[in-house]
């Protein structure tokens, strides 16, 4: 089957099986290896990448349902050398423990931010509550979720 | 064991007559809509050298249309979109608060209601909303189409009344009289991506001088199909929500439930939960809505 989809911007055309899960593809066709999976049943988020704009767990997607679909995976956000403000923001506020959820949590993250969401916790912690962190520092998640809101507004309220 | 891809016979029809066809060609297919609950199973290896038909590219039976008697909600409209309709918010407001509670936000972003009800889980949490909002589920097939009220269509766990390649076409909520006191209530072990151990949805119409109009209320998780609660909505009408009445009302709700012991909750709690909700919603107005 012939896909075409875009990923990360780029415009890509898969050509094999209908049911390889589109984590499978991000990963083993375009070596987009962010991505990652934890639990396989739809529970823990970690593999979570958006398809036009809203967050969806890749592990759980067969990729003849991507045709004509916009996907951007955690490495849409920024590279090691040149990270995003938002990976920044997770550094800064130890938002990082193990690691093995933040590549979901950015992109759920950035699926709130990107739309405008509130810096409220409560809508916060709603926004990434399809996500678990087993290193259950979610605290630091949410803190390093409001302070790029509340920075990006300030320089919006400046400009 | 993981899923093979190239073991799945797949077959992804692109409008309603042409998926009718495929299904009726091939009815020993699995329809695959937002995958939420199908995938799991074929991550688990569960699925391979099966039959797939995809019916999610099918538009006609996508989004939520506003009728004279209530709303039609598309079988493949998924969670997401259900809780962001305007008619839904402002006439069903139940059904938003239900939707905003499945799974997280990449489950209602995915998930389907069509899919939701035809996989016919014990725990659907917007199961008990539907059943008190009397909900009709209409069916097609290559033989025509057919309606069923949405208690009638489940006949166990994971089993329904779907006949050999008839799809879900769409669930349509009927108005129902205003001024009703309600409640949307889910027990679970976190606000989010949990099974609920209860699921509760109330309706409860209450006249003037205090007597009960009518009382609609509904349980998820306590029996192998959602439940109304027949006995007690029976006994309350015509009376005053006294204290007596109140309780006998709370230990009528044992006569039309079931619930087990399992890995998320014991028979006991579920009871005594249900029970609790039962009573404040009668006693207390509709302190207990979800947010």
Known sequence: ?159 | MRGAPDSIYFLQPSSLEKALQAYGENPDSLVLAGGTDLMVAWNAGLLNNKKVLDISLIREIRGVRALKKGVLIGALTAHADIQRNAAVRRHFPLIQTACSVVGGLQIQNKGTLGGNIANASPAGDTFPVLAVYEAIVRLISRQGRRALAFMDFFEGVKKTRLLPAELIESVEIPYSRKGARRLFRKVGTRAAQAISKTVAAGLLWVGQDGTVEELRFALGSMASTVRRLVKAEKFIKGKKLHRDAVEEACRLLKDDVDPIDDVRSTREYRLQISQNILRSFLSEANYYENP
């Open chain 1, 1 to 159: 089957m012939r896909i075409k989809l875009t990923i990360n911007k780029k415009k890509r055309v898969y050509e094999g099986a209908p049911f390889k899960r589109l984590i499978d593809v991000l990963r083993e066709n375009y070596e987009l290896t962010g991505t990652k999976e934890g639990c396989g049943e739809g529970e823990c988020g970690a593999c979570t990448v958006l398809v036009d704009g809203d967050p969806v767990n890749s592990c759980l997607i067969p990729v003849a349902q991507m045709n004509g679909r916009r996907i951007e995976t955690v490495e849409s956000l920024g590279t090691p050398k040149s990270l995003h403000r938002l990976q920044e923001s997770f550094l800064r506020e130890g938002g990082a423990q193990c690691g093995i959820c933040t590549p979901g949590m950015l992109m759920s993250a950035w699926a709130w931010i990107s739309r405008g969401g509130s810096a409220r916790p409560s809508e916060i912690r709603r926004a990434l509550a399809g996500n678990l962190c087993r290193c259950t520092g979610y605290q630091h998640i949410v803190n390093s979720v409001i302070k790029i809101i509340k920075e990006r507004k300030r320089e919006s309220r400046t400009k």
